[in-house]
Nanobody, 126 residues
Framework: VQLQASGGGLVQAGGSLRLSCTAS????????MAWFRQAPGKEREFVAA????????YYSDSVKARFTISRDNAKNTVWLRMNGLKPEDTAVFYC????????????????????WGQGTLVTVSS
């Protein structure tokens, strides 16, 4: 499975971005998809996840109510809509896929994911 993330860039605080991640080479509709991020000098952090059907989503407390994860299984694509961006959101964002529909506790753990995209940089200026 190959994951290709895009959509990062430079935005002012309070602005919005939409990240995209397109999968190829696997059965996208069976994967739980997630976004993680890693800021300079920090550990990789869970952001959001969406189960294979799209019916269930999970968010970290730091992005809940600002970010929205969604997917279109016909397009093999998952998105992360980010509103109200803050300087502390600056990070490289990675999409990831796993073949199991984990609950939130497990979905937050990056070791659960076998497939990773290359990352896209989001920079939020103050």
């Amino acid at each position: 499975v190959q994951l290709q993330a895009s959509g990062g860039g430079l935005v002012q605080a309070g602005g919005s971005l939409r990240l995209s991640c397109t999968a190829s080479g696997g059965t996208f509709s069976s994967y739980l998809m997630a976004w993680f991020r890693q800021a300079p000098g920090k550990e990789r952090e869970f952001v959001a996840a969406i189960r294979s059907s799209g019916q269930t989503t999970y968010y970290s407390d730091s992005v809940k109510a600002r970010f929205t994860i969604s997917r279109d299984n016909a397009k093999n694509t998952v998105w992360l809509r980010m509103n109200g961006l803050k300087p502390e959101d600056t990070a490289v964002f990675y999409c990831a896929a796993t073949t199991r529909n984990w609950n939130l506790s497990s979905a937050r753990d990056h070791v659960r994911y076998a497939y990773w995209g290359q990352g896209t940089l989001v920079t939020v200026s103050s």
